[in-house]
Nanobody
Framework: VQLQAYGGGLMQAGGSLRLSCAAS????????MAWFRQAPGKEREFVSA????????YYADSVRGRFTISRNDAKNTVYLQMNSLKPEDTAVYYC??????????????????WGQGTQVTVSS
């Protein structure tokens, strides 16, 4: 499975960005797609996740209500719509694919496939 993330950029606080993650290859080997982020000097952290089927989604408390994860099944693409951006959202954002169980959806180690990362910078 190959993952290509794009859509990052520079935005002022309060603005919006949409990240995209295009999946190719044997996507059937994954049942969840997720977004993680890593800020400078910090560990990578979970942001959001969705199953390839159904409507179940997960969010980190820090982004719930501001970010929305969605997917386009026909395009094998997952999106992260980021609204009301804050300077603390500044990070490299990674998409990931894997087969976690419900209790491990937020764990980085649950994901086998990773995109290359896209930089999001939010200025105050």
């Amino acid at each position: 499975v190959q993952l290509q993330a794009y859509g990052g950029g520079l935005m002022q606080a309060g603005g919006s960005l949409r990240l995209s993650c295009a999946a190719s290859g044997h996507t059937g080997s994954t049942n969840y797609m997720a977004w993680f982020r890593q800020a400078p000097g910090k560990e990578r952290e979970f942001v959001s996740a969705t199953r390839w089927t159904g409507t179940t989604t997960y969010y980190a408390d820090s982004v719930r209500g501001r970010f929305t994860i969605s997917r386009n099944d026909a395009k094998n693409t997952v999106y992260l719509q980021m609204n009301s951006l804050k300077p603390e959202d500044t990070a490299v954002y990674y998409c990931a694919g894997g087969r976690p169980i419900t209790s491990t959806v937020r764990r980085e180690s649950s994901y086998t496939y990773w995109g290359q990362g896209t930089q999001v910078t939010v200025s105050s």
